[in-house]
């Protein structure tokens, strides 16, 4: 597609379960952000993807949370055991290589944990 | 200190205004940095990169000091379409890449 596509755009969900967020890049993008964002917050970086590196992995908040990116291309957050706090939209990100190209977001996953 | 630091305001203007908004980053590595403008529950999307030089597109002007590590954003003859929150955004180089580090934003209220 022409933008970054998650899926799904929204999600409730019971305390305790799993879930699993997914991010289809941009074709030819090599960098991939999740991001986090709680109602009325500013954005909280949770991982980045850079080609076939290892990922950058310091902004995941506890263990519950993991993400990988298969083949360089989709990517998918899996939040384990889930809390009420983890209830958020969670963004994801993508751009070329390099300094200074523009990252392109996509719509969010709207996750709600009851 | 926060990597990238605003004044969360929230800023209201009357129509035809002109505002201006700051930002400060911590990393003198710091390559890259944009202004992006988020809508209430949109996405973020760019509004413009920052360039050492300044740079103007329209109504809008983005300033770069580096030797202060601040970054400015004016609008001018500011319109009710204007109002947003505007995220300030440092890209520096990090062990696999590039990393981005976002502002927590700044709330702009354009009023009739």
């Known amino acids: 597609g022409a933008g970054v596509s998650q899926s799904p755009s929204n999600k409730v969900t019971e305390k305790g379960k799993d879930v699993e967020l997914r991010c289809d890049p941009i074709?030819?993008?090599?960098?991939l952000y999740w991001y986090r964002q709680s109602l009325g917050q500013g954005l909280e970086f949770l991982i980045y993807?850079?080609?076939?590196?290892?990922?950058?992995k310091s902004g995941l908040p506890s263990d519950r949370f993991s993400a990988e990116r298969t083949g360089g291309s989709v990517s998918t957050l899996t939040i384990q055991r889930t809390q009420q706090e983890d209830s958020a939209v969670y963004l994801c990100?993508?751009?070329?290589?390099?300094?200074?190209?523009?990252?392109?977001f996509g719509e969010g996953s709207w996750l709600t944990v009851v | 200190r926060k990597e990238v630091e605003q004044d969360p305001g929230p800023f209201n203007v009357p129509e035809g205004a002109t505002v201006a908004f700051n930002c400060t980053y911590s990393?003198?590595?710091?390559?890259?940095f944009f202004w992006y403008r988020q809508d209430c529950r949109k996405e973020p999307k760019l509004l413009m990169s920052?360039?050492?030089s300044g740079n103007e597109d329209g109504r809008f002007t983005a300033q770069l000091n580096r030797a202060s590590q601040y970054i400015s954003l004016l609008i001018r003859d500011s319109k009710l379409s204007d109002s947003a929150t505007y995220l300030c955004?440092?890209?520096?180089?990090?062990?696999?890449?590039?990393?981005?580090?976002f502002g927590k934003g700044t709330s702009l209220l354009v009023t009739p």
């Open positions: 074709s030819g993008h090599t960098a």
């Open positions: 990393n003198s590595a710091s390559q890259s």
């Open positions: 920052v360039y050492s």
């Open positions: 990100a993508s751009t070329k290589t390099g300094a200074g190209n523009t990252i392109y």
């Open positions: 955004v440092v890209n520096k180089l990090a062990n696999s890449g590039y990393a981005l580090n």
């Open positions: 993807f850079q080609g076939n590196s290892a990922p950058d």
